[in-house]
């Protein structure tokens, strides 16, 4: 692997996407990488992805991603990737948690239908001169309502505030009646309410 310039987080993005792109495999990147083009940027040290793993290409995965530097993220010291590590994980946590350059990865896998909706949906933006794949605003709203962390619910105020009048609402209204809690679903919204989000700009 050359030697890079990029901080640590946007080069294992970048890697990240690299590898999805050689495998052919869907994927969004989200968490507050996502959340920099679509609301209030914020400091952050982990990038979260959701990928769509076939299960023929775990090999693959497995080989690209001790090329590219990553290794397995366990309780004890960091481990090289294998298929058998990330195939526990899975069975375990429902995702997967590598590390590279000191840079915290967690690689979740779609196991209810509004993640294979973010697959979907996820579209192309520019990070420092490459596309990746970005969770759109509208499903980074809904999984956030769906952890309901602070730093969670700052992020969606600052989509809705800086997304105002773009965002797809019958899209959001539809998922949030589907997934949410009925008091998460009034909850936001109330917060769309709040930041005029149907407003035109």
Request: glycine share 6%; hydrophobic share 45%.
């Amino acid at each position: 692997m050359p030697p890079t310039d990029l901080p640590a987080l946007a080069d294992v993005v970048l890697r990240l996407g690299r590898i999805f792109e050689r495998l052919g495999v869907p994927y969004a990147i989200g968490g507050a990488v996502a959340v920099s083009f679509w609301g209030v940027p914020r400091t952050t040290q982990d990038a979260d992805c959701l990928v769509a793993i076939p299960a023929v290409t775990y090999q693959r995965l497995a080989d690209a991603l001790n090329a590219e530097g990553f290794m397995i993220d366990g309780s004890s010291a960091p481990q090289p990737v294998t298929v058998e590590a990330l195939l526990q994980q899975v069975r375990d946590d429902r995702y997967m948690t590598l590390v590279c350059r000191a840079t915290s990865v967690e690689l979740f896998v779609p196991i209810v239908p509004l993640q294979h909706s973010i697959l979907k949906r996820a579209v192309g933006r520019s990070f420092h001169g490459h596309t990746i794949r970005v969770t759109t605003p509208e499903d980074l709203i809904l999984l956030k309502m769906a952890f309901h962390r602070h730093k969670d619910l700052q992020d969606i105020k600052g989509i809705l505030h800086i997304q105002k009048g773009h965002l797809d609402l019958s899209y959001l209204r539809h998922w949030s009646a589907r997934m949410l809690e009925a008091s998460s679903a009034r909850e936001l919204d109330e917060l769309i309410a709040t930041y005029e989000a149907d407003r035109p700009v």
